[in-house]
C-alpha cells in the first residue's frame, strides 16, 4: 500500500507568479484535503476535493484553485503569489463518504520572494 | 471551522516522565478527535484518534482522553522517550458538504531530554 506522496518537495517563486503543486492519493483513497501550514502554526483548511468536485472549502480566496482527476490524484493552484502564500502545503487523503481520517503527505514547502 | 486551542505551546520532560497535552474546542458538532505527530521537515503523521461516543482510547504508551461536556480532550504520553520529541497537533472535526475536514491546534513542542 502506498502512502500520500506530493511533488514538488520544494519550490521558490517571485510575487505575482503561479504555482502549482500535485498530489497523488494514498491507494484506495477517494478524497484529497489540501491545508496550509505557515511556519510555527498548525495546518489549516484550505479545500476538499470528492469525486473530482470541490467538496468544501476554507477561508482562503478564490485565486486557491484546486483539481482532483480520475484516479484520484489533485492539484493545488495558486495565482498571483503573495508573501504570505510562503508555507508548507500539506495534501491529506481520506476514504470519503463521510470517513474522517486523514493520512498526510510530506508536503511542498513553497518560498515566494 | 471554528477555533481548537491547544497548551501548553512548549513542553519539556526528561526520559520516562509522562507528558500531558490539552486542547479545547468550541463547534459542538465536532465528533472526531485526531492527534498528529510532525518531525522537523515532515507530514503530520498520525498516532491516536478518538470519537465522541468514547470517553477514552489507549494505544500502548500513548492514550486519549475526550470530555465532550466540557469540549476538551487530552494527549498523554507515557515513559516518554527521546524519539517522542517532535511537535504534536491536536484536532477536531467538522461538516463539509459530503465529508469532513479539520480544524488544528497550534502544536506543542515536545523535547524529551535523556
Excluded: M
Aim: aromatic share 10%; net charge neutral; hydrophobic share 30%.
Amino acid at each position: 500500500e502506498t502512502g500520500v506522496t506530493q511533488s514538488p518537495t520544494h519550490l521558490i517563486k517571485t510575487r505575482g507568479q503561479q504555482v502549482t503543486l500535485r498530489c497523488s492519493s494514498q491507494s484506495g483513497h477517494n478524497t484529497v484535503s489540501w491545508y496550509q501550514q505557515a511556519l510555527g502554526q498548525g495546518p489549516q483548511f484550505i479545500f476538499q476535493y470528492y469525486r473530482e468536485e470541490e467538496n468544501g472549502r476554507g477561508n482562503f480566496p478564490p485565486r486557491f484553485s484546486g483539481l482532483q482527476f480520475p484516479n484520484y490524484s489533485s492539484e493545488l493552484n495558486v495565482n498571483a503569489l503573495e508573501l504570505d502564500d510562503s508555507a508548507l502545503y500539506l495534501c491529506a487523503s481520506s476514504l470519503g463518504g463521510g470517513a474522517d481520517t486523514q493520512y498526510f503527505g510530506p508536503g511542498t514547502r513553497l518560498t515566494v520572494l | 471551522g471554528e477555533n481548537v486551542e491547544q497548551h501548553p505551546s512548549t513542553l519539556s520532560v526528561q526520559e520516562g516522565d509522562s507528558a500531558v497535552i490539552k486542547c479545547t474546542y468550541s463547534d459542538s458538532a465536532s465528533n472526531y478527535f485526531p492527534w498528529y505527530k510532525q518531525e522537523l521537515g515532515k507530514g503530520p503523521q498520525l498516532i491516536i484518534d478518538i470519537r465522541s461516543n468514547v470517553g477514552e482510547k489507549k494505544d500502548q504508551r500513548i492514550a486519549v482522553t475526550l470530555n465532550k461536556t466540557a469540549k476538551h480532550f487530552s494527549l498523554h504520553i507515557t515513559e516518554t522517550q527521546p524519539e517522542d520529541s517532535a511537535v504534536y497537533f491536536c484536532a477536531a472535526s467538522f461538516k463539509i458538504r459530503s465529508g469532513y475536514a479539520l480544524n488544528f491546534g497550534k502544536g506543542t513542542s515536545l523535547l524529551v531530554t535523556p
